[in-house]
Structure formats: C-alpha cells, structure tokens
C-alpha cells in the first residue's frame, strides 16, 4: 500500500513539475536519469535476479527506438503506441535471446547476446525506410496537451515508466516467480531438480526484461529529434545499464534505482561541467572501485551497516 | 513386487565415449537399493538419465507406468523423483529453510506459513531446526548433505535418489545420515542410494546393483555381490 502511494506521489508530483515554470534543460537531463532507472531495473530482472548477464542492452534500446520510428513514420501513431509497439518488438527479442539460454550459461550467453547488438544494428543500417546508416531528422510534434513541450511530456513519460518498471521488479522479486529465479541462478540443476520449470522461467524474465528495455528506448528518435544507427546500439548502453545494478546491488529491486540515480546523475553533472567524454570514464571507475570493494553494492554495504549496528 | 521404476536398455553417449551402454534396471515400490561402482562406471549418469538432468540417447524409462524419458527434470520432479547431489548444490543466497521453500512451492504449490510450517517440520525430523534460518555459507559439510536430502524430501517424493550423500563424512555422519534415509524408506519412500562406503551399502540396502564401464556385471543381495568375482575385479582389478 506505501509503495503504491509513494508511486502515485511520484507521478502527481513529476506532472505538477513539468507543469511549473522550470528550465527546460532540467527535464532534458531528468529524461535521461529516469531512463537509465529504466535501463538498469529492467536489466536487473534478468541479470540480477536470474543470474544471465545481458550485455546486449543496446540491442533491445536500439530496437525500441527503431520500432518506435516505424510507428512514427507509417501511421504516425501517438508517442503511447509508438512505445507499446517498441515494447512488442524487443519484449519478441527478449525471447528470442532466452532461447539461446538453452544451449548457452554464463559467459558464453553474454557474447551471444553482444553478437545482437551488431546483427540488429546491421539490420537497421540496411533498412532504407528507417533512415539506414545516415539517419532521420525528425520533427517533434508541437501540440502536447496537457503539457507545455514535447520534451516535458517525455520526462512525464519517463517517470511513469520508471514507476512501472520498478513496480514490475519489484513484484518479481517477491514472488513464486522470483524465487524461482533465485532458485536456478543459484543452481540451475538443483532448480531443475526441485520442481522449478527454469527454461520458462527464463523465457518469461527475458521476455519482461527486453519488453522494458524496449520501452526505455521507445521516446529516444523524439528525445533527440533525430535519429541514427551508431548512437541508437552505441554499447555504452550494456555498461551502463549493467554499472548501475552492479554499483546499487543486484539483490533487491532498489539497487538498480539507487545505483542509477547516482550514476546517472555524476554522469550528467560531469558532461556539463567537465567534459561529454569523461562522462564514460566515470562508470568504469565507479564500477572497478565497486566491484573490488563492495562487491554487493550499496544494498549490501547498508545490509552489512544494518547487522553490524545491531 | 510392483516396480516403481523401470528402466530398460538406457544407453547414453558424450561424444565418442559410451558412459551406460544397455542398462536394464527395475526398482520395486518402497524398495532400498544400493548403487554402487569404481569411479566413472556411470552410476552418475545414470541417475542424470533417471531425474532428468540429462536425457539418454537410446532405451526407455518410466515411473509408475509412465514413459518420462523424454520429460524435462523439474516434470519429473513433480511426478516424485527426487534427488540429492553429489556435491552439494544449495541455493546460496537463501536460508536454510528458503531452500527448502523452492521445491514445496514450485512441487506441491504450498506456500506462506504453511510451507515454512512443512519445512520446519522436514528439518526437525533431520535435527536441522535450529539452523533453519542459517545462511547456506554458513553450514558444514553434514549439514549440507542433510539439507539436499531435506530439500529433495520436501519435493514429497516417491522415489529419492541420494547420490553419495556420505562421501567424506565421518563415522559417526555416515550413521546420522543413515538414520534419516531408513526413516525416509520407512515412511514408503523407494531409495536408490549411490555410495563408496561399503558398510553403509551393505546395512541399507535390500538389493545392490554394480555398474562397471556403463553396464551393471551384477546384482543381487549386497552380500552376494560383495562376494562376486567380477565385481571384486572391477574395484580391485587383476
């Protein structure tokens, strides 16, 4: 009951913001931090919860964004089609890339799933329609009734997306399903052995997990008024989205919230006031210092702060 | 005896290498057999091919009648066969008792207080109460061994396979672990338990059964092949 209402909080207060005389550039760069929540929740359901790491974010992203486009150019469908359609399309190629589960564990998925982000790159690249390797400029549509701007609309979309996926992982981790998960990331065979359906399992969170990262890059060609095949499955997506889980913690739905809002906020701060390259160097930095000091995240460094203050 | 279990010319192949080649095998309702072999001789496999963790290539197996060679493991699972690890496989980011709540929600749809009361209830019957809500990193190799055979009890089994259940433990482990796998026969649940150590082959089982080189060269009662000259060959060779 809490959590809905902190989420219906969240929504009333980010539509009385966007409504509020406050600087467009914030909700440019709030876009982006409330999309790498996105990103990172999303991940995390199947990365962090099921154990398989996808490395193939961009592939889903750039999926989205294109998916979106095709919505956009051939009926003009309204941002809200545009994004359930994105979110159709990676949520299919989600289960496609379970299905290379069966055969592949571990690190051998991972490259697979990299393997994706250049074939569907490859795809787009070659689809003249979609803008092929040049790219489209795009126009944002004017009217965005009730909100003042297209790109304050976005932020508003953003956020709703954001409680969603959170709501999703969230109800994930506690579930029989989510137990699941845990069961065969732990031990694929003692899961199997133990009555847990694992192929379905995984079928299901990489379906869930590459429909909300489908979502995430749904707004991206309307966000940047253009759009392009390099920076649509750029792979700083996949580090990013999988820094941020890793630096939060993988264990409860709030790691990838807590590590997104930081990470994505230094990366902004650092792209205005340093420089746009540096932004990346942060993440790896960041993620070595987290990986050998406190290789839980901060969900773990609270959790071992919590029993030692006991 | 009506047979629980039938196996019938199970034969399985890892590239060029045959690992069970033909293997007949039947296993009686509530019966206790012993599974045993030197190292290599396919007992693993076998049961791989039994629970599901591995499909065989040729021959047929059912269970109560049914054909499930082609069934994937947690199927199986839910129909009654159960089984233990070799080395033990817990599900390390969870409790004790968390352990035992996968296969009771996922096996018998139990859940909430009820599953913990059938999990606190399973542990208790292993002396493993008090360490119920005990880390899994946290327990010791026995403790270990008894929480896979609690995990796999709380599957509510027919059969349960415990492989090697007591390798490496002491004298006085390998009697604690014998006492629950007798319980748990005594309460109608067929056992096929792989085992190295001959004098808790030898007090368990009904019936043993010895695999050499992926083909059983003899069975009967544990004393009979204990005695068989094949047998002491293929342990002890020439």
């Known amino acids: 009951m809490r959590f809905w209402s902190i989420c219906a909080g969240f929504i009333v207060l980010a539509f009385g913001l966007v409504q509020s005389p406050v600087n467009d550039y914030f909700f440019f760069a709030?876009?982006?931090?409330?999309?790498?929540i996105v990103l990172a929740t999303a991940?995390?359901?199947l990365g962090g919860y099921a154990g398989y790491v996808n490395f193939g974010v961009p592939a889903f992203v750039g999926t989205g964004a294109y998916a979106a486009l095709l919505v956009h150019l051939s009926i003009s469908g309204p941002l809200i089609v545009q994004i359930l359609f994105a979110a159709l399309v990676s949520g299919a190629l989600g289960f496609l890339v379970g299905l290379i589960s069966v055969r592949l564990r571990g690190i051998f998925f991972s490259i697979a799933t990299v393997a994706l982000v250049f074939i569907m790159e490859t795809l787009v690249i070659n689809w003249r329609y979609l803008g092929g390797a040049t790219g489209l400029q795009l126009t944002r549509p004017t009217e965005a009734w009730p909100f003042d701007g297209y790109v304050r609309m976005l932020f508003w979309v953003m956020v709703v997306m954001a409680v969603i996926a959170l709501a999703i992982a969230r109800y994930i981790q506690d579930s029989h399903f989510g137990r699941g998960l845990r069961a065969l990331r732990d031990s694929e065979d003692a899961a199997e052995c133990a009555g847990v359906p694992t192929l379905r399992l995984k079928l299901m969170a990489c379906t869930v997990s590459g429909a909300l990262l489908g979502a995430a890059g749904a707004p991206m060609p309307m966000y940047m008024s253009y759009i392009e095949p390099y920076s649509?499955?750029?792979?700083?997506?996949?580090v990013s989205a999988l820094a941020m889980p890793i630096i939060g913690g993988m264990s409860h739905w709030i790691g990838p919230l807590v590590g997104a809002i930081l990470l994505a906020t230094i990366q902004q701060i650092v792209t205005v006031t340093i420089s746009s390259e540096l932004n990346v160097l942060v993440?790896?930095?960041?993620?070595v210092v987290f990986v050998i000091a406190a290789p839980d995240g901060i969900v773990g460094l609270y959790r071992k702060w919590k029993a030692s203050s006991k | 005896m009506e047979s629980i279990l039938e196996v019938s010319k199970v034969s399985k192949h890892f590239g060029g290498f045959t690992a069970l080649s033909g293997v007949d095998l039947r296993v009686a309702q509530g019966e206790r057999l012993g599974l045993?072999?030197?190292?290599?001789?396919?007992k693993t496999t076998l049961i791989n091919c039994i629970s599901g963790s591995l499909l065989n290539d040729e021959g047929e197996i059912?269970?109560?009648?049914?054909?499930i060679s082609k069934l994937p493991a947690h199927r199986r699972t839910c129909l009654g066969i159960a089984r233990s690890f070799q080395i033990p496989r817990p599900f390390t980011s969870m409790s004790m008792i968390e352990n035992l709540m996968v296969p009771l929600s996922y096996v018998c749809g139990i859940t909430g207080d009820q599953a913990e009361q059938k999990a606190m209830e399973i542990l208790s019957g292993m002396g493993l109460a008090a360490k119920a809500r005990t880390a899994t990193n946290q327990l010791s190799q026995v403790e270990l061994r008894k929480m896979e055979l609690a995990r796999a009890m709380a599957a509510q089994p027919a059969l349960l396979i415990s492989d090697e259940a007591m390798a490496g433990l002491s004298g006085s482990e390998i009697d604690e672990v014998l006492e629950i796998l007798l319980d748990m026969n005594s309460k109608g649940i067929t056992i096929i338990m792989i085992e190295h150590i001959m004098q808790a082959v030898m007090a368990f089982s009904q019936r043993v059964v010895c695999l050499d080189a992926g083909q059983i060269?003899?069975?009967?009662?544990p004393e009979h092949v204990v005695a068989d000259p094949y047998v002491q060959r293929a342990y002890l060779g020439d």
Do not use: D, H, M, R
């Open chain 1, 30 to 36: 709030g876009f982006v931090i409330l999309q790498a």
């Open chain 1, 43 to 45: 991940w995390n359901i």
């Open chain 1, 232 to 238: 649509s499955f750029n792979l700083v997506y996949a």
């Open chain 1, 283 to 287: 993440v790896g930095v960041l993620l």
């Open chain 2, 36 to 42: 045993i072999g030197p190292n290599g001789s396919g």
């Open chain 2, 62 to 67: 059912s269970f109560k009648g049914k054909a």
């Open chain 2, 217 to 221: 060269i003899c069975e009967g009662t």
